[in-house]
T-cell receptor, first 111, second 113 residues
């Protein structure tokens, strides 16, 4: 089955700086890559996703890049704000299967 | 707009007891999912359902039973709870397919003594 590795497990950045979280996946047939944000005491919420026919996608301060050759995708958050503090999960999926999640990154925004 | 709800939110039980966690969604979504979240493991899929009366195993199904007699409900039963099933359980749903946005409930925190 699919295996997703996520790094780093904890990331601390100054408010206003950029944050980058990286994931790798094992199955080259995976074709859907969402990112979820989980705030304390809540369920995860989708923030952005990308499909294998696209190399990059952007939504305001958030962007995701995908390198199919390297089986690698990343989340980029620019101009970080205190409300960006949360746990972020990447995931990968083949068409007929459910999501396989990474182990999560705890993002801390320092004032 | 209630969305997706889970009950109970917190549960303490003893080893060997049967426990049922409830999940209810108001969107008439076809797909529903159960995940468990443990420190160091992220979210792992237990079971999912594509429609009423259709269920399938995920990554960690052992010790769990699910049913889906109605589209809006997807209960998860631990037939004989073990300490290793202490976890936070999340239910999720999506309308059109496995590769669309999954909407998560608030979670049930389960402690097995």
């Amino acid at each position: 089955g699919e295996n997703v590795e996520q790094h780093p497990s904890t990331l601390s950045v100054q408010e206003g700086d950029s944050a980058v979280i990286k994931c790798t996946y094992s199955d080259s047939a995976s074709n859907y890559f969402p990112w979820y944000k989980q705030e304390l005491g809540k369920g995860p919420q989708l923030i952005i996703d990308i499909r294998s026919n696209v190399g990059e996608k952007k939504d305001q301060r958030i962007a995701v890049t995908l390198n199919k050759t390297a089986k690698h995708f990343s989340l980029h958050i620019t101009e970080t704000q205190p409300e960006d503090s949360a746990v972020y999960f990447c995931a990968a999926s083949l068409w007929a299967d459910g999501l396989t999640f990474g182990k999560g990154t705890h993002l801390i925004i320092q004032p | 707009d209630a969305g997706i709800t889970q009950s109970p939110r917190y549960k303490i039980t003893e080893t060997g007891r049967q426990v049922t966690l409830m999940c209810h969604q108001t969107w008439s979504h076809s797909y529903m999912f159960w995940y468990r979240q443990d420190l160091g493991h992220g979210l792992r899929l237990i079971y999912y359902s594509a429609a009423a009366d259709i269920t399938d195993k995920g990554e960690v199904p052992d010790g769990y039973v699910v049913s889906r007699s109605k589209t809006e409900n997807f209960p998860l039963t631990l037939e004989s709870a073990t300490r290793s099933q202490t976890s936070v359980y999340f239910c999720a749903s999506t309308g059109t397919g496995l590769q669309e946005t999954q909407y998560f409930g608030p979670g049930t925190r389960l402690l097995v003594l």
